[in-house]
């Protein structure tokens, strides 16, 4: 896979320091090496990219629980002329932090990003029934002004370990998230100009439909050009296109890259029936054994190319007249 960032590169992220989108760019081997620059709200992230203030952004997209992070769809569909070149997953562990010497008993005020707070409901309603939730614009936002008393005595922040360490919190409860299979997804994007990364054999492409009017079987028309190829869908959501009441544009994730000639034919015929076709990106695919997926495919395919040539070193050549 080549190389999408440097030392020298610069990478903005929601911040300030210690969210779970810096544990995140902290986790993956080459991001980490980039000049990382926390900015205080989704928006600003994604628009330092288009002001070329930042060669790339970094931003979450959907939580297991949560779902879809509106305000970043949103902004890759209707705002940013951006492409997403990679994907990271993330398994999330939230934490209830407070200054030294609080006990969860004199917990009054729980401060976190809605999603966070969102994804622990359970627990706080085991454990602090009768605490206030207040939002904050990020995890680590939240830890900051629990840690500079800015909230008052007897608040908490559910953020990262990693916040704890950097704002000088404590950690009163490990692990409230109430599912345990808790991950968010994040994702690179870069200016739409950017190059595609190349295929891997393990690869996912995102577009955005929007449909040339509303009639029955539109949508159905939509995925049928998937189904005719056997396409396999990851994701489908639909989104207000924010022109009147009704009128929805579809967000797809699948399987392929647009490289794949399959992919290629799909995309080419959604192109020409649609009002509009939005690329949001084909790149390489997180999860679980996605390294060893892209191994093997690479394995097969030097295989399959060594076979290849052995045949074609073999045909005769074509007879002079």
């Known amino acids: 896979m080549t190389a999408l960032v440097s030392p020298t590169t610069t990478i903005s992220f929601l911040g300030p320091r210690g969210t779970f989108t810096e544990e995140a760019l902290r986790r993956d081997p080459e991001l980490s090496m980039a000049n990382h ?35 970043t769809v949103d902004q890759l569909i209707f705002e940013r002329d951006l492409i997403i070149l990679r994907e990271v997953v993330l398994p999330i562990t939230q934490n209830l932090l407070a200054r030294p010497d609080t006990t969860l008993a004199e917990v009054r005020r729980v401060v976190s990003f809605p999603h966070a707070t969102a994804q622990c409901r359970g627990w706080l309603a085991q454990h602090l029934p009768g605490a206030i939730e207040v939002a904050a614009t990020s995890t680590a936002e939240a830890v900051r002004l629990v840690a500079a008393g800015a909230e008052g005595a007897g608040s908490a922040a559910i953020g990262t370990s990693l916040a704890a360490e950097l704002y000088g919190l404590e950690v009163l409860a490990g692990d409230i998230e109430d599912h345990p299979d808790n991950v968010t997804r994040f994702v690179l994007v870069g200016p739409a100009s950017s190059s595609i990364p190349a295929p891997t054999g393990h690869d996912k492409t995102s577009v955005v439909c929007f449909q040339s009017s509303d009639h029955p079987g539109s949508l159905h028309g939509i995925l049928g050009q998937f189904a005719a190829r056997d396409i396999n869908l990851v994701k489908l959501e639909s989104r207000p296109t924010k022109h009147r009441l009704g009128d929805y544009c579809f967000t797809i994730d699948f399987e392929g890259h647009v490289s794949d000639e399959v992919v290629a034919d799909c995309l080419r015929d959604l192109h020409a029936t649609l009002r509009e076709l939005k690329f949001l990106g084909s790149y390489p695919a997180a999860g679980d054994g996605g390294h060893a997926i892209r191994r093997t495919v690479s394995e097969s395919w030097r295989a399959a190319n060594t076979w290849m040539r052995e045949l074609q070193s073999r045909v005769e050549p074509p007879k002079s007249h």
């Open 37 to 71: 620059k926390a900015m205080s709200s989704f928006v600003e992230v994604l628009a330092a990219v288009g002001a070329g203030t930042s060669d790339l952004a970094f931003v979450a997209l959907e939580n297991s629980i949560e779902g879809t992070v509106p305000v």
